[in-house]
């Protein structure tokens, strides 16, 4: 016997007391004493002693005997098996004892993963049963089924002569975008949007700044003392968006995202500094403004399905412009584009760069005025739904963040 060989015994060995020390523990005050370490070990060297031989007939015996002693020992008393997940761990046992020798590796961390997998039952359990909605769990469930099975079967070219008309770019990028709210999603979830507007507001902002803004404004409507404190959140949410709107342009346009970091980070920064200067003068209303913001959950079909139908849309509607208008109509479908959605700009105009229909610099300043219309409408949203004072503060905030960008863009621009 070769020294690779008993190595391969030896890590087979530690996988079978490994998962089999977790099964051990794992077990319940009275529950039947079987399936432990020496059980799970010998079936781990099993599969070692398989790979030795190195025959198929012999490997596929030893298995179907392991298979149906676990399928007749569970069969004959069931209320006193050892456990379904625990005769399934037996099985991996095998396969993992008798891969390790030509893949160690592999052998070793898939069992590492699956003693974690099998020790974390309780956590796993209570997390599903407590923290996760029957609503969010179903729409994750489709989000998935829009990455992995309509993603795949989308067509590789683009469809017909409309050469910029392809539906699985498309798609990505609503994978893209929604998988950026998502994350903030369950950063929420982790965080407590409850801690306070502040943390609330940033997260937030990556999902949807029209939606925390509208929110916002509603919360100071019901306690208009707490006007100003909001107006200053509705500040931090819109600043948030930006870092988002610039890993959405560096993805489409590397080009356009060396043109547009200094100006979106430098808002990111003024919105932050100055709402975090703001927020002193109302550090007493701190305690009162707790409270919950509401957040749906990003992985919904029908959000992602409209934010593609828009994209395409914005995207035709801007070469349409560009081509009548030439580069200045950039501005135009910008302008009006931003009052809807400005990451669906941001993506078309981004693309226009990529593809050398326009250039970078005038493409940053489209995208500074898709964000300024974007922020009119929500001042606008600010007054209806909210107080003056929430508009005023949401105004200045707004102002500051823009005037930032003009200047940072107008210097990177020349």
């Not at 891969?99 to 592999?106: A, G």
């Not at 989000?143 to 795949?152: C, D, G, T």
Request: proline share 3%.
């Amino acid at each position: 016997m070769e020294q690779t060989d008993l190595l391969a015994f030896g890590e087979a060995l530690a996988i079978g007391l490994l998962i089999g020390a977790e099964r051990y523990k794992a077990r319940a005050p009275g529950e039947k004493e079987s399936a432990g370490l020496r059980t799970f070990g010998t079936v781990a060297l099993l599969g070692a002693v398989a790979a030795l031989l190195g025959q198929s007939a012999i490997t596929i015996s030893i298995f179907v005997a392991l298979s149906a002693f676990l399928a007749l020992g569970y069969y004959r008393a069931p209320g006193e098996s050892i456990g379904l997940t625990t005769e399934l761990a037996a099985l991996l046992t095998f396969w993992l004892g008798f891969i390790v020798k030509d893949h160690p590796i592999l052998g070793v961390g898939t069992a590492i993963v699956a003693a974690i997998l099998l020790a974390t039952k309780k956590v796993l359990h209570g997390f599903v049963q407590k923290q996760i909605s029957d609503v969010e769990l179903h729409d994750t469930l489709k989000f998935l089924a829009v990455v992995f099975v309509i993603y795949p079967v989308l067509p590789r070219e683009p469809i017909g002569t409309v050469e910029f008309l392809d539906l699985r770019s498309f798609w990505l990028l609503v994978i893209v975008v929604s998988t950026l709210s998502f994350s903030a999603y369950v950063l929420s979830r982790v965080l407590g949007t409850e801690r306070g507007l502040q943390i609330g507001a940033l997260v937030g902002g990556v999902v949807s700044t029209t939606a925390v803004t509208v929110s916002l404004a509603q919360r100071s409507k019901e306690n208009p003392k707490l006007s100003g404190q909001c107006g200053i959140a509705a500040v931090m949410a819109n600043s948030a968006q930006l870092p988002r709107l610039l890993i959405l342009v560096a993805i489409v346009s590397l080009d356009l995202a060396l043109v547009v970091a200094l100006p979106f980070l430098a808002m990111f920064a003024a919105g932050l500094v100055g709402a975090w200067l703001l927020e002193r003068r109302f550090r007493s209303q701190r305690e009162a403004s707790s409270g919950e913001l509401p957040l749906s959950n990003p992985y919904s079909f029908w959000p992602a399905l409209k934010f593609a139908l828009f994209f395409v849309v914005v995207l035709l509607g801007t070469k349409a412009v560009t081509m009548i208008y030439g580069e200045s109509g950039i501005y135009i479908a910008s302008a009006v584009a931003g009052l809807g959605d400005v990451s669906a700009i941001t993506l078309s105009v981004g693309g226009m760069v990529d593809h050398s229909s326009v250039s970078a610099e005038a493409a940053a300043r489209a995208l500074l005025l898709a964000i300024a219309a974007n922020a009119s409408l929500k001042e606008v949203l600010a007054l209806m739904n909210g107080t003056r004072e929430f508009a005023f503060w949401l105004g200045g905030g707004l102002l500051t963040i823009l005037a930032t960008g003009l200047v940072a863009v107008s210097m990177v621009t020349l």
